[in-house]
C-alpha cells in the first residue's frame, strides 16, 4: 500500500493516526509506504505519527525526515513485519531560491520476502514540474534505482504529484512499469478523496514482479481519513525471473 496520510489530519479536521492506521489494516497490506508524517510536531500534539501507526498494525517503521525544524520532523516512512533493513534515506534536489517550498526526500528499504529481498522506495515529489524532472533523475542515477544494490525485484511508490501522461510519469516509465497497466480500463485515481478524480500515487514495479489486482480504499473511513485514498497492490515475486537474473 501507499498512502499519502496528511499528517494524519482528516477532512474534518480531526489529527488521527489511529484512524489512519484502521484504514490501512482494513486491507491487510504487507508492505506500507506512508508519505506526509508528522513526528514531534507541535500541530499534531507532539506524536511520533509513523511509530504510533506500526504500532497499532504489529509493524517496524523505517522513517526518513524531508523536513527538520529543530526537534519537529515531517517525512516518509516504510513499514513492515517482514525482515527488512534500510539501505538509503536522503533529500532530493530543489531548485535554487526558492526555499518557501516544502522540501522531498526519498526512502529506500530492503525486504525479505519468502527468500528474496525486495528493493522498496518510497518517495513524495514536487509540486513544480522542472523540480520533478530533477528529482526523477536523481531516483533513476547512481544513488538509487541505479545503485548496483538495488536490484530486482524493485518497487518505487510515493505520490509523485503528476498526472499519467505528463512528463514526470514518461520519464518513470521508460524505465519501471506503471502497475496500474496491467489493469484493463482506467487507473485508480486517489485524490481528492472525497471525490477521487486524479491518479498522482503509484507503484512502479521492475522485471520479476508479477502484478495482480490493483485498487484504492474507498471505504467511509477512507475518504475522511485523509486528503488521498490508498493504493493497494498485490504483487507476486517471479522466481523464474529472479534465476535467470542471478545466472547472467
Same mark, same amino acid.
Given at each position: 500500500?501507499?498512502? #499519502?496520510?496528511?499528517?494524519?489530519?482528516?477532512?474534518?479536521? =480531526?489529527?488521527?493516526? =489511529?484512524?489512519?492506521?484502521?484504514?490501512?489494516?482494513?486491507?491487510?497490506?504487507?508492505?506500507?509506504? $506512508?508519505?506526509?508524517?508528522? @513526528?514531534?510536531?507541535?500541530?499534531?500534539?507532539?506524536?511520533?505519527?509513523?511509530?504510533?501507526?506500526?504500532?497499532?498494525?504489529?509493524?517496524?517503521? &523505517?522513517?526518513?525526515?524531508?523536513?527538520?525544524?529543530?526537534?519537529?520532523?515531517?517525512?516518509?516512512?516504510? !513499514?513492515?513485519?517482514?525482515?527488512?533493513?534500510?539501505?538509503?534515506?536522503?533529500?532530493?534536489?530543489?531548485?535554487?531560491?526558492?526555499?518557501?517550498?516544502?522540501?522531498?526526500?526519498?526512502?529506500? @528499504?530492503?525486504?525479505?520476502?519468502?527468500?528474496?529481498?525486495? &528493493?522498496?522506495?518510497?518517495?513524495?515529489?514536487? $509540486?513544480?514540474?522542472?523540480?520533478?524532472?530533477?528529482?526523477?533523475?536523481?531516483? !533513476?542515477?547512481?544513488?538509487?534505482?541505479?545503485?548496483?544494490?538495488?536490484?530486482?525485484?524493485?518497487?518505487?511508490?510515493?505520490?509523485? #504529484?503528476? *498526472?499519467?501522461?505528463?512528463?514526470?510519469?514518461?520519464?518513470?516509465?521508460?524505465?519501471?512499469?506503471?502497475?496500474?497497466?496491467?489493469?484493463?480500463?482506467?487507473?485508480?485515481?486517489?485524490?481528492?478523496?472525497?471525490?477521487?478524480?486524479?491518479?498522482?500515487?503509484?507503484?512502479?514495479?521492475?522485471?520479476?514482479?508479477?502484478?495482480?489486482?490493483?485498487?484504492?480504499?474507498?471505504?467511509?473511513?477512507?475518504?475522511?481519513?485523509?486528503?488521498?485514498?490508498?493504493? @493497494?497492490?498485490? *504483487?507476486?515475486?517471479?522466481?523464474?525471473?529472479?534465476?535467470?537474473?542471478?545466472? &547472467?
Amino acid at each position: 500500500m501507499t498512502y #499519502n496520510v496528511h499528517a494524519c489530519r482528516g477532512r474534518d479536521r =480531526q489529527w488521527s493516526p =489511529q484512524r489512519i492506521a484502521d484504514v490501512i489494516a482494513s486491507a491487510e497490506p504487507d508492505i506500507v509506504a $506512508l508519505q506526509e508524517l508528522d @513526528v514531534g510536531r507541535a500541530r499534531s500534539g507532539g506524536a511520533d505519527q509513523a511509530e504510533m501507526i506500526a504500532l497499532a498494525l504489529g509493524m517496524r517503521a &523505517q522513517f526518513f525526515p524531508a523536513l527538520r525544524v529543530m526537534e519537529e520532523l515531517y517525512g516518509d516512512a516504510i !513499514l513492515t513485519a517482514w525482515p527488512s533493513r534500510l539501505i538509503k534515506a536522503g533529500p532530493l534536489p530543489q531548485l535554487p531560491g526558492v526555499g518557501r517550498y516544502e522540501p522531498r526526500g526519498a526512502l529506500w @528499504v530492503s525486504i525479505s520476502v519468502g527468500g528474496a529481498d525486495v &528493493q522498496v522506495i518510497n518517495t513524495h515529489l514536487g $509540486l513544480r514540474s522542472r523540480e520533478r524532472h530533477k528529482q526523477i533523475d536523481e531516483l !533513476l542515477g547512481p544513488d538509487w534505482l541505479g545503485h548496483p544494490e538495488c536490484r530486482n525485484p524493485v518497487v518505487l511508490v510515493g505520490d509523485f #504529484n503528476a *498526472l499519467p501522461g505528463s512528463r514526470s510519469y514518461l520519464q518513470l516509465t521508460a524505465r519501471l512499469h506503471d502497475a496500474q497497466k496491467s489493469q484493463r480500463g482506467r487507473g485508480k485515481p486517489t485524490f481528492p478523496a472525497r471525490f477521487a478524480a486524479l491518479r498522482i500515487d503509484y507503484a512502479f514495479v521492475g522485471p520479476a514482479i508479477n502484478v495482480r489486482p490493483v485498487d484504492t480504499v474507498r471505504t467511509p473511513l477512507a475518504r475522511v481519513a485523509s486528503d488521498h485514498l490508498p493504493l @493497494v497492490i498485490d *504483487l507476486d515475486i517471479d522466481a523464474a525471473a529472479l534465476r535467470l537474473q542471478a545466472a &547472467q
